[in-house]
């Protein structure tokens, strides 16, 4: 053991890895697998905050925010997790100043070539495609379409997505739809259901998440997945998203499994 400058007692790393290994191994045999959630929403927040913190730049924050994502969805399937949404880009951040904006979208692009040439996981976009650059756009159309007939984990990659962007664009589709079918809009208003606006969402034939994961701290959805969420339970962790750890993951799972899901009953 050694003593730092402030004479806290300071524990060789080698010693803090192995604790860490085997309080995450504790909580992960009492996690039951039965109750694990299918579908998880994941808000990677807090990179440009880790970037800050550890003294580099918001590129490098935004890559090791990346980087994480891959281990994360190892980590779910360790877990018998079946569907993932990652929110990358929101709308919101579609306003950002170039010089950030324009690396954020290549190490967005790239993170989602890599889960295409992974071979385990089927990447679907979620998000409105018109909002993003033209080559942003074929990225995220190769990577569907390589990776439709893959059996792992799917991945809901949240690009240049709003949630109530995604209603507009529901509502949108809905009334093209009907409207192709030679339906009225006094025949919609009439036979109007919540069914009809969930088949026209972009996860549509999907389950709902069951939770949501927000990391770095913040206590709000800040619009993911509006419609989708109203029954989801929430996790609001600390750390920030390039520190999210897998004992972080497994209390999240932990905490969920402890939960009584009453469904608005």
């Given amino acids: 053991m050694l003593q730092s400058s402030r004479g806290r007692t300071r524990y060789p790393r080698w010693l803090r890895r192995l604790v860490y290994r085997l309080y995450a191994h504790r909580v992960e045999g009492r996690l039951d ?3 694990v959630p299918k579908h998880i929403g994941v808000i990677l927040d807090g990179n440009r905050r ?3 913190a550890s003294g580099g730049t918001t590129e490098q924050g935004h890559q090791a925010g990346a980087e994480k994502i891959r281990e994360m969805l190892g980590w779910c399937a360790e877990t018998d997790v079946e569907v993932v949404t990652l929110w990358l880009l929101s709308t919101d951040n579609l306003s950002r100043p170039a010089d950030e904006l324009r690396p954020l979208l290549g190490i967005i692009e790239d993170a989602v070539r890599d889960l295409a040439s992974d071979g385990r996981w089927r990447v679907h976009h979620v998000g409105t495609p018109d909002l993003l650059p033209d080559h942003t756009q074929r990225v995220l159309k190769d990577a569907e379409e390589s990776t439709r007939g893959n059996r792992g984990i799917l991945v809901n990659v949240a690009v240049g997505y709003g949630g109530r962007q995604e209603i507009v664009d529901a509502v949108r589709s809905l009334l093209a739809d009907r409207a192709a079918r030679g339906a009225t809009l006094e025949e919609l208003a009439e036979d109007l259901a919540l069914e009809d606006i969930a088949e026209h969402l972009y996860t549509r034939g999907q389950p709902d998440p069951d939770l949501v ?9 800040s619009g993911f997945m509006l419609w989708q969420s109203a029954h989801s339970e929430y996790y609001f962790c600390d750390v920030f998203w390039p520190a999210f750890r897998k004992v972080d993951f497994l209390r999240a799972l932990r905490d969920y499994a402890a939960r009584h899901r009453r469904y608005g009953g």
Avoid at 213 to 221: K, Y
């Fill in 213 to 221: 994961i927000r990391t770095s701290g913040e206590q709000r959805l």
């Fill in 50 to 52: 880790w970037a800050r």
């Fill in 33 to 35: 697998h039965e109750q």
